[in-house]
């Protein structure tokens, strides 16, 4: 724990508040953290944790050695005009705004037509705010080693962090583990609702996804055969699995998830088109 770093969270949400409640304590002290929200009720959990709060950026960031945008992109361009006065030498900007690509946000931060170095661009996923999170990770050239891993330990305080090499890398990060969670959200609504069609009542159906679906995930995770071979071991020729998965195939159900998938990267570089121009 670093009781000299100073972060700064410019959008204090549950995104942003998740990140801070793994940090804190761990990165740095728990009132070294700076959040800012227009929406005071945002303020609340920063300040019953020890960090301060306030609905506009003031002299405060210029104290902090990190900054986190956890804004929406459409507010991005408007919440960095209103921060960048304070912005200061050597501080390592995170956005984790969906969108906006790393080199327009580090052209929207420099001054005097050089963009800011020192930037890195991340997509975390909901899951982070109880700890499982799957952060994609992405650095401009001016980031150091150092930074580099101090970045990538703020962010393994609320789960994994991949790094990729580009921006459309990150659309593909926000296809997958971004919207991920939605994904399968909705498929555990409709094995819940299948249930209910089979015969079993709404708390039957729903402990027995939920345990399904966290004992497929953690058997995936500790076998070392992929996850076709562990789908093979489950279906008997002719069997009810068989059956079930034959509806799957008959509704292309691989092609169905892929084209989703597509579409939720394509609406990623539409974001960076409407709300990231330079």
């Not at 990140?19 to 740095?28: S, V």
């Not at 555990?188 to 345990?211: F, K, M, T, W």
């Given at each position: 724990?670093?009781?000299?770093l100073?972060?700064a969270?410019i959008?204090?949400?549950?995104?942003a508040?998740?990140l801070?409640?793994?940090m804190?304590?761990k990165?740095?002290?728990?009132e070294n953290?700076?959040?800012?929200?227009?929406?005071?009720?945002?303020h609340?959990?920063?300040?019953?944790?020890?960090?301060?709060?306030?609905?506009?950026p003031?002299e405060?960031l210029?104290r902090?050695n990190?900054w986190?945008?956890?804004?929406?992109?459409?507010f991005?361009?408007?919440?960095?005009?209103?921060s960048?006065?304070?912005?200061?030498?050597?501080?390592?900007?995170?956005?984790?705004?969906?969108g906006i690509?790393?080199?327009v946000?580090?052209?929207?931060?420099?001054?005097?037509?050089?963009?800011?170095?020192?930037?890195?661009?991340?997509m975390p996923?909901t899951?982070?705010?109880?700890?499982?999170?799957?952060?994609?990770?992405?650095?401009?050239?001016?980031v150091?080693?150092?930074?580099r891993?101090l970045?990538?330990?703020?962010?393994r305080s609320?789960?994994?962090?991949?790094w990729?090499?580009d921006?459309?890398a990150?659309d593909?990060v926000?296809?997958?583990?971004?919207?991920?969670p939605?994904y399968?959200f909705?498929f555990?609504?409709?094995l819940?609702?299948?249930?209910?069609?089979?015969?079993?009542?709404?708390?039957?159906?729903?402990e027995?996804?939920l345990?399904?679906?966290?004992?497929a995930?953690?058997?995936a995770?500790?076998?070392?055969?992929p996850p076709?071979?562990?789908?093979?071991?489950?279906?008997?020729?002719g069997g009810?699995?068989?059956?079930?998965?034959?509806?799957?195939e008959?509704?292309d159900?691989?092609?169905?998830?892929?084209r989703a998938?597509?579409?939720a990267a394509?609406?990623?570089?539409?974001l960076?088109?409407?709300?990231?121009?330079?």
């Amino acid at each position: 724990m670093d009781k000299n770093l100073h972060i700064a969270f410019i959008g204090g949400g549950n995104m942003a508040s998740a990140l801070g409640a793994g940090m804190a304590g761990k990165i740095c002290p728990p009132e070294n953290f700076h959040a800012i929200d227009i929406n005071t009720a945002a303020h609340t959990a920063w300040i019953e944790r020890g960090a301060t709060a306030a609905t506009a950026p003031d002299e405060r960031l210029a104290r902090c050695n990190v900054w986190f945008y956890a804004v929406k992109p459409q507010f991005m361009r408007d919440a960095v005009a209103a921060s960048r006065p304070w912005l200061r030498e050597g501080t390592l900007v995170i956005s984790v705004a969906a969108g906006i690509r790393g080199d327009v946000l580090a052209g929207w931060l420099g001054e005097g037509g050089a963009p800011w170095p020192k930037l890195v661009r991340c997509m975390p996923n909901t899951p982070a705010l109880v700890g499982e999170g799957m952060t994609g990770i992405l650095a401009l050239s001016g980031v150091t080693a150092e930074e580099r891993q101090l970045a990538e330990s703020m962010l393994r305080s609320v789960g994994k962090v991949v790094w990729v090499k580009d921006d459309a890398a990150i659309d593909a990060v926000t296809a997958l583990s971004g919207s991920g969670p939605a994904y399968v959200f909705r498929f555990i609504e409709a094995l819940i609702e299948g249930g209910q069609s089979v015969g079993l009542d709404a708390a039957q159906a729903r402990e027995l996804a939920l345990g399904t679906l966290s004992g497929a995930v953690r058997l995936a995770q500790e076998s070392e055969d992929p996850p076709a071979v562990l789908r093979e071991r489950v279906t008997s020729r002719g069997g009810t699995t068989a059956a079930a998965l034959g509806v799957f195939e008959e509704g292309d159900f691989m092609g169905l998830v892929s084209r989703a998938m597509q579409a939720a990267a394509q609406r990623s570089r539409e974001l960076a088109e409407e709300f990231g121009k330079a």
